[in-house]
């Protein structure tokens, strides 16, 4: 034990608890293990307003709990407030990572540590940030003694967490909790230089959504199915090709309900490899698919494509480009590439990412709508 974790250790009234500022389980774990092997006790504190989108926080924080669970510790959540963080990051939204945006996060973040420990009786705080290699030791450190300045009874330990073998158990402990794990800090700026393959994306989608209420999946979807109503495609289109919903998508049997007799709605069917099409008549003609069990209408296979007017399609994920990722089995880009009509993805907020890994077969998107909150 060195003299820093005695101090804190003796610290008058600390009875050896740090609030401990958190970010995400992976960044935390090494850490938080090295602190109770010493004796300290820390107190997780999950305050990121920069995190994007919301379901992304919302898994982030359900690791941190998770962990903190297993070890008998307790968890603040500090509540998430997006738009304090992106006014504090405003004119700096086009820097690279470690400039003028980060060290104004890590203000935000620490300084609402530091007031909480300052009206909670904490008489030391600490943030798990200094473990990742995107961030800077020295702003960390800075913004942390900032905190603290404005409260006397606390004091930032301004450890470096990436010595001391905590790197390499950080990653160990990674695979023993097989945390989700992500490829950037958490803001939506940060996420323009995340690299990541179709798996990668696929992955962190499916756990994205997982989290998504069903009100919340009802409400994206509404302001969706408002928006492409009042687009000139969908207005103009007589015969539409859409989808049946699974839990996970953007719902559409109430759309196609309320537009079932106004227009022609068609669904897929699956064949093998392939997507043929056929009419909605009603609820009582879908019958249980042969794949992911998709109710699909019966009746006979629409042989003239050319008579689809607008097809609207699902996908795991989609840029602003148009690009999209299904679930990786191909079935609509071998039907989007024989059609010519206009293609329209929807997709809820999370699922839309600033560059979508994309492939020769890949078929684009004319207009993808989604909604943001």
């Known amino acids: 034990m060195n003299k820093q974790q005695k101090k804190i250790l003796q610290a008058p009234g600390g009875a050896g608890r740090v609030l401990l500022h958190t970010c995400c389980a992976p960044c935390s774990s090494a850490i938080i293990e090295r602190m109770v092997e010493s004796g300290i006790e820390p107190v997780i504190f999950y305050c990121n307003p920069n995190i994007y989108p919301y379901e992304e926080y919302l898994v982030r924080k359900e690791e941190c709990s998770r962990y903190a669970s297993s070890l008998g510790l307790q968890i603040i959540d500090a509540d998430y407030d997006h738009a304090a963080w992106l006014e504090c990051a405003r004119g700096h939204e086009d820097e690279p990572e470690r400039a003028a945006r980060c060290l104004n996060c890590f203000r935000l973040r620490l300084k609402r540590t530091a007031e909480y420990a300052h009206e909670n009786g904490f008489k030391v705080i600490s943030s798990t940030l200094d473990s990742s290699r995107w961030k800077s030791h020295d702003q960390i450190v800075q913004a942390g003694h900032e905190a603290v300045s404005e409260f006397p009874d606390v004091m930032f330990w301004d450890q470096n967490w990436r010595k001391d073998g905590l790197q390499q158990r950080r990653s160990e402990i990674i695979r023993e909790q097989n945390f989700y794990n992500q490829r950037y800090c958490g803001c ?134 148009g690009n999209r990722m299904g679930r990786g089995r191909g079935f609509y880009d071998r039907l989007l590439a024989s059609v010519s009509c206009p293609k329209v993805g929807v997709a809820f907020s999370c699922q839309m990412i600033p560059s979508v890994p994309v492939e020769e077969n890949d078929v684009k998107m004319d207009l993808v709508v989604s909604c943001s909150f």
Do not use: C
């Open 188 to 321: 939506e700026f940060s996420m323009r230089s995340m690299k990541d393959d179709k798996a990668g994306v696929r992955k962190r989608m499916k756990r994205l959504v997982s989290v998504m209420t069903d009100e919340r999946k009802l409400q994206e979807s509404q302001r969706i199915w408002d928006s492409l109503e009042a687009s000139e495609l969908f207005r103009n289109a007589q015969s539409v090709l859409m989808y049946w919903s699974m839990a996970d998508e953007v719902s559409t049997h109430d759309f196609i309900r309320k537009w079932h007799g106004k227009k022609r709605i068609f669904l897929p069917s699956i064949d093998g490899d392939d997507l043929l099409v056929r009419e909605y008549t009603g609820d009582a003609s879908l019958v249980p698919g042969p794949s992911f069990g998709i109710p699909e209408p019966v009746g006979p296979v629409l042989e003239n494509l050319a008579e689809i007017q607008l097809i609207v399609v699902p996908g795991r994920a989609f840029d602003r480009e």
